[in-house]
């Protein structure tokens, strides 16, 4: 009996050790990107609910901007699309994603900050957005910040974009909502005059419903967007910053562009200069 004790408590404390390291590993993979690529297959975070931008299709597929932005560096990398795991990756959850090793690469509307660089590292910018202004196709009346004067403005709860108005725009009437979706749904309402975010985005969803919307003025706020990737990787964030300018020099930036957001009508406008963070 002391023997079969022995061996229970023996396989029970290997099964404990073993379940500890899976946990540990929160699921991620201990190689690196550049490993993963020579292997054929890389994992990249996207947006899945930003149209024109990061979204996954009803078929299952994926589109938008930084979807080709994702898979030309994946191209660079030695990688074919169909070899492209995309995981979702909220904003709060980047830093973390990245981290454990969930993704490889992030290109999801990731603003380069102070803040995020002490977590992770950058390559690009790939696009340098900045805050505008959304409005029905037919509004002539607003046609940048300074015609908001009395307005309904919305924007999400806690955005930058929304402290920016109430901060810098205070005769605005500034309306908040948890998404987007719901504001764009009151704009279509009639309920608001505008809504405001990155113009990209906005574009995004006039791209969406061509006709119906439109982007209007020039961004009143600059945001850098940036490729995101395990701190420390200077090798893999050599060879995206590689990329990002291969794919603006090649012409196939401004054709991804066009292809998705340009959709909308907002044009292209000129490529950021890759930074090497």
């Given at each position: 009996?002391?023997?079969?004790?022995?061996?229970?408590?023996?396989?029970?404390?290997?099964?404990?050790?073993?379940?500890?390291?899976?946990?540990?590993?929160?699921g991620?993979?201990?190689?690196?990107?550049?490993?993963?690529?020579?292997?054929?297959k890389?994992?990249?975070?996207?947006?899945?609910?930003?149209?024109?931008?990061?979204?996954?299709?009803?078929?299952?597929?994926?589109?938008?901007?930084?979807?080709?932005?994702a898979k030309?560096?994946?191209?660079?990398?030695?990688?074919?699309?169909?070899?492209?795991?995309?995981?979702?990756?909220?904003?709060?959850?980047r830093?973390?994603?990245i981290?454990n090793?969930?993704?490889?690469?992030?290109?999801?509307?990731?603003?380069?900050?102070?803040?995020?660089?002490?977590?992770?590292?950058?390559?690009?910018?790939?696009?340098?957005?900045g805050?505008?202004?959304?409005?029905?196709?037919?509004?002539?009346?607003?046609?940048?910040?300074d015609?908001?004067?009395?307005?309904?403005v919305?924007?999400?709860?806690?955005?930058?974009?929304?402290q920016?108005?109430?901060?810098?725009?205070?005769?605005?009437?500034?309306?908040?909502?948890?998404?987007?979706?719901?504001?764009?749904?009151?704009?279509?309402?009639?309920?608001?005059?505008?809504?405001?975010?990155?113009?990209?985005?906005?574009?995004?969803?006039a791209?969406?419903?061509?006709?119906?919307?439109?982007v209007?003025?020039?961004?009143?706020?600059?945001?850098?967007?940036?490729?995101?990737l395990?701190?420390?990787?200077?090798?893999?964030?050599?060879k995206?910053?590689?990329?990002?300018?291969?794919?603006?020099?090649?012409?196939?930036?401004?054709?991804?562009?066009?292809?998705?957001?340009g959709?909308?009508?907002?044009?292209?406008?000129t490529?950021?200069?890759?930074?090497?963070?």
């Amino acid at each position: 009996m002391r023997i079969n004790r022995s061996l229970r408590l023996g396989i029970g404390a290997i099964a404990l050790t073993l379940a500890a390291t899976t946990a540990a590993c929160g699921g991620g993979s201990d190689k690196s990107a550049l490993d993963n690529a020579k292997d054929g297959k890389l994992t990249v975070g996207i947006k899945f609910d930003q149209p024109g931008l990061g979204l996954r299709n009803k078929d299952g597929s994926y589109s938008g901007f930084d979807v080709e932005v994702a898979k030309y560096v994946a191209g660079k990398l030695g990688v074919k699309p169909e070899n492209i795991t995309f995981k979702e990756s909220p904003s709060g959850q980047r830093e973390t994603l990245i981290e454990n090793g969930q993704v490889d690469y992030i290109v999801a509307t990731y603003s380069i900050n102070d803040a995020r660089k002490q977590k992770v590292d950058f390559a690009g910018p790939y696009y340098v957005a900045g805050q505008a202004l959304l409005v029905k196709a037919d509004n002539s009346g607003i046609n940048g910040p300074d015609d908001l004067k009395g307005k309904k403005v919305c924007s999400v709860k806690g955005s930058t974009p929304a402290q920016n108005i109430e901060k810098n725009y205070p005769a605005t009437q500034l309306q908040t909502n948890d998404t987007y979706s719901l504001c764009l749904e009151g704009l279509q309402a009639g309920s608001y005059d505008a809504v405001t975010t990155d113009d990209i985005i906005l574009a995004g969803y006039a791209a969406q419903s061509a006709g119906t919307f439109k982007v209007v003025g020039k961004p009143f706020t600059t945001e850098n967007y940036g490729i995101g990737l395990k701190k420390g990787d200077k090798e893999l964030r050599d060879k995206v910053n590689d990329a990002i300018e291969a794919m603006i020099a090649d012409g196939s930036w401004k054709k991804a562009f066009d292809s998705t957001v340009g959709v909308s009508g907002y044009q292209a406008p000129t490529p950021p200069t890759v930074n090497r963070y």
